[in-house]
């Protein structure tokens, strides 16, 4: 079992633009935590269940999560998280542009733990990061990393 500070943060994220509000967003808050990035459902699935580049790494400790990725959707890295043993327990925070009723409740349905709509300006986006890394960081206790049975 890896210890919870060693454990990264994943953002899953294709927006160049999100992505580096996210980064900078996270950086400020908890300089403490790794972040790992991926920019599609491909890269996230891999880095969560293996492939060559990234079979050695640690669960993260929370993934922050885009639905609109291109090659699998958010949705489906979601299913996969909640269908996998080592990956069940895994807090995901959806993060995404969709105003859409329906992506809130297929969220919560596919078990998200929280769903945040991203705020368009860096003020708003940077306390909402802060307020969740004070949560999922700080407060929240993170599961055990679990292998696959």
Do not use: C
């Not at 699935?45 to 790494?57: K, N």
């Amino acid at each position: 079992m890896t210890a919870t500070s060693e454990r990264p943060i994943l953002v899953v994220e294709d927006n160049p633009d999100d992505m580096e509000l996210a980064l900078r967003a996270l950086r400020e808050h908890d300089a403490g935590h790794q972040i790992a990035l991926a920019r599609d459902g491909v890269e996230a699935s891999e880095f969560l269940f293996g492939s060559s580049e990234h079979d050695a790494r640690a669960l993260p400790i929370v993934v922050f999560l885009d639905l609109n990725l291109p090659k699998v959707s958010g949705f489906e890295v979601l299913r996969r998280i909640r269908s996998h043993a080592r990956t069940r327990l895994l807090p995901v925070v959806v993060l995404t542009s969709s105003r859409e009723e329906e992506d809130i409740v297929s969220s919560y349905s596919l078990g998200a733990n929280s769903y945040v709509r991203k705020p368009v300006d860096y003020v708003a986006f940077r306390s909402a990061v802060h307020a969740l890394g004070d949560y999922w960081l700080a407060l929240n206790e993170a599961p055990p990393e679990e292998d696959d049975e």
